[in-house]
């Protein structure tokens, strides 16, 4: 093929925004994902998108947007990024809207709803159901371009291998699920293949098709990982079959509070102690939530009382939430509180790139949650499928610049390596052993050894060897930041230390994870370390 | 308690057959698709007659629902694995791939056709969607379709390739039309007509098996309005 073409793998938020972006410059791409659009984790996402549009009356700009999300992040992301994602947001949430996502609003103004961290209204939301609505709105336009040739679905292959040679970029190998045969695709390639679910398998508010494969292969083919310990835990999750529920920010949005019994009396701790009230960024309720569980006068569940929200509310804005904890849990949350805990819901970390989306593999762009890039220590709630959106679309932009022609070949002599469920439970255990919401040097350096002998285990498959380094790079990064940040809280360094306001990279160096601390946020220094 | 699957299976290629699988569980709230998780999780599964058996094909990704994945006919009624919790079966548990679809593996199915019409239908918006009050629940409940095909396993007019493209579509074709000026829509309502409106035998059985709990009769009479009727 002559014509210039990008591989995009994964076809969420991110993957769909990048090919709306390539498709309108008027380039190919070829969209991989293991399974269509609509099975993607971003039709999860719930609460809302995060916009400055200040149709409230409350005065909002991106400057407001920008201060919060630094702060929430307790400044561990790049200031230029992060300044870029607020002042574009209006746009993009706009965009979104003219694409046909049924925002709330009201005669075309979009209604802004309260979320974590945030002083303001801010985020745009269609009930509890969000993401699937952007979901929708941007498969539709995507099948447009499908239409005229410009995207090119390969609609149930994996990603098994990437290719490099002196550090860039030749192919990626993906395996067709129905023929079982494999094909290399050449060209520049944007991961867009999320966060790291797969590593804490059934204990995630994620999807089981996000296997976190997609960073594994990456480190394994040389690129560098960047902030894997901050792991966000979401307040309020509860155990269904096989997985955690999410339920959304929202319903604190909506005047949800967190309560736990101590001294036989509903507290409100949250309230208490804090201006926002349970509406603070995650990593601090999440925290809060662990030491009053933990307390010795507390006793029982943390509850999400919901039970105040008006009856308008519960019909209109989080109706669908209402039907969905009715379905699973067979309590309605209008009239009894639900016991809650906190679950993982977000990496912030991820595959490192610069300020064009690139990683340190020449051609291999990442963006959206696989990519470590504008949330810091601590997400926002809202700022995800921002993130996702603005990501596809800026690492689009990159990618289209390094696009050439290029071919898909089969490769029918490949050997592909498979994944153990046994090992998969082993690394996902021993990682939640030494990443919780509280950590210490002791637990951490017990996870490690054990990780060290998974390592080492007799019959490990490359695949499973390559996952189980990343988790060694987790830990191995978590124990080497000796401070307490967002996420990221250790007992035994519980202060915030300006010498650690660097981002922790992972690379592998002979095959074994090295960590160190490096600048982030002078986008120079970052590129010209790249590609030198 | 101790749960009897009898699913029906098939390799690339081969012949179809059903093997018998026992799944034991404390856990009330364990469905379908819990138990097919906890099955493959076995290095050594076996059937219930204790010969060993290759690992069980299916799909699914959010486990709550929301994508469809993991659509396949359970006791005879198309519906989603994760959706499907064991406690309300009494009996053999039998889980079958959707008919309407080429098998591919077990109880994976090709469900390309679902794609390939709704770009036949040009389902995309021509410029900015349109935003009114009447129309913004109509648009949110079409915009819940998951794609998961168990309208079209339930529904005795359609059959993958043929001219009727089913209630698949009609989601999507809604909220379009409802967000498109007549002017705009033209094209959509033509294909339309000729795809959906001359081919639904109005049975309905769409509505009771949609795990989304979309009421199908009400897109419907609202495409049919906007789109045959030129009510708008």
Request: net charge neutral.
């Amino acid at each position: 093929m002559n014509e210039k073409t990008v591989n995009i793998v994964g076809a969420g938020l991110s993957g769909l925004s990048a090919a709306i972006t390539l498709s309108r410059m008027g380039i190919h791409s070829r969209l991989v994902s293991s399974q269509p659009s609509e099975r993607a984790q971003s039709v999860l996402a719930e609460g809302g998108i995060n916009a400055a549009l200040d149709t409230m009356g409350e005065s909002d700009n991106p400057a407001d947007h920008f201060s919060d999300t630094m702060k929430g992040g307790c400044f561990l992301e790049s200031e230029a990024a992060v300044k870029e994602l607020t002042e574009n947001a209006p746009r993009v949430v706009t965009e979104l809207f003219r694409l046909g996502t049924p925002f709330q609003n009201e005669n075309g103004r979009l209604t802004l709803r309260n979320f974590g961290g945030q002083k303001k209204k801010r985020t745009a939301y269609a009930k509890s159901s969000t993401g699937k609505m952007i979901m929708t709105a941007l498969i539709d336009e995507v099948r447009k371009y499908e239409a005229q040739g410009l995207v090119e679905r390969f609609p149930h292959h994996d990603l098994v291998y990437i290719k490099t040679d002196e550090k860039t970029l030749q192919s990626i190998f993906v395996k067709d699920l129905y023929t079982g045969e494999f094909m290399s695709l050449g060209g520049c390639t944007i991961l867009c293949t999320g966060g790291l679910n797969g590593f804490f398998e059934g204990m995630t508010t994620g999807t089981t098709q996000n296997t976190g494969n997609a960073a594994a292969l990456a480190f394994g083919a040389g690129a560098e990982l960047a902030n894997l310990e901050f792991i966000q835990y979401h307040p309020t999750t509860v155990a269904i079959s096989g997985k955690r529920m999410l339920i959304s920010e929202a319903a604190r949005g909506e005047g949800g509070k967190l309560f736990i019994m101590k001294n036989g009396k509903p507290w409100y701790f949250m309230e208490e102690k804090y201006e926002l009230g349970s509406l603070m960024p995650r990593d601090v309720v999440s925290r809060e939530m662990f030491f009053v569980k933990n307390a010795s006068e507390c006793t029982g569940d943390v509850f999400l009382d919901m039970t105040t929200i008006g009856g308008d509310v519960w019909s209109g804005k989080l109706s669908d939430l209402r039907k969905e904890i009715i379905s699973y849990l067979k309590q309605d949350p209008k009239k009894e509180p639900i016991a809650v805990s906190p679950g993982i819901h977000f990496f912030m970390g991820g595959i490192r790139v610069n300020d064009r989306f690139e990683t340190n593999i020449k051609g291999l762009f990442a963006a959206g949650e696989a990519a470590c890039k504008f949330h810091g220590a601590n997400r926002l709630g809202g700022n995800s499928m921002l993130g996702a959106v603005f990501g596809g679309e800026t690492a689009a932009r990159a990618a289209s610049k390094s696009a050439e022609g290029s071919q898909v070949k089969p490769v029918p002599d490949y050997k592909d390596s498979v994944s153990s469920p046994q090992i998969r439970a082993r690394l996902r255990d021993l990682l939640l052993g030494g990443l919780g919401i509280v950590r210490s040097g002791e637990t951490m350096k017990a996870a490690l050894a054990d990780l060290e002998a998974l390592y080492s285990a007799k019959g490990i498959s490359k695949i499973d060897r390559l996952r189980v380094s990343v988790g060694i790079a987790a830990v191995e990064s978590a124990l080497a930041r000796e401070e307490s940040r967002g996420a990221h809280f250790r007992k035994d360094f519980p202060k915030t230390s300006e010498a650690f306001r660097r981002q922790t990279v992972a690379r592998l160096e002979n095959g074994r994870p090295v960590i160190t601390f490096e600048k982030f946020g002078g986008e120079g220094a970052l590129k010209d370390e790249v590609h030198s | 308690m101790k749960y009897i699957l009898d699913i029906l299976r098939r390799e690339h290629g081969g012949e179809s057959f059903c093997q018998r699988f026992e799944y034991e569980t404390e856990n009330e709230s364990d469905t379908v698709a819990t138990a097919l998780t906890k099955l493959n999780e076995k290095d050594d599964l076996v059937s219930a007659d204790g010969s060993p058996a290759r690992r069980i094909e299916w799909e699914c990704s959010c486990l709550q629902k929301k994508c469809g994945a993991c659509a396949m006919v359970i006791c005879g009624r198309p519906r989603l694995a994760c959706g499907a919790v064991l406690s309300e079966f009494t009996g053999e548990i039998t889980l079958e791939p959707l008919r309407k679809f080429p098998v591919v593996c077990d109880l994976v199915v090709d469900r390309s056709v679902l794609f390939e019409n709704l770009k036949t239908l040009r389902l995309w918006l021509g410029g900015n969607a349109e935003f009114s009050e009447k129309y913004g629940e109509l648009a949110f409940e079409a915009s819940e379709c998951i794609q998961c095909g168990c309208c079209l396993e339930i529904c005795p007019n359609f059959c993958a390739g043929g001219k009727f493209f089913g209630m698949a579509t009609v989601p999507i074709t809604t909220r379009l039309l409802s967000q498109m000026t007549p002017k705009e829509y033209k094209e959509i309502a033509r294909l339309y007509a000729r795809h959906t409106f001359a081919g639904c035998g109005k049975s309905l059985a769409c509505r009771d098996v949609c795990p989304k709990g979309i009421d199908t009769e009400r897109l419907l009479v609202n495409a049919n309005a906007m789109a045959i009727w030129k009510r708008k």
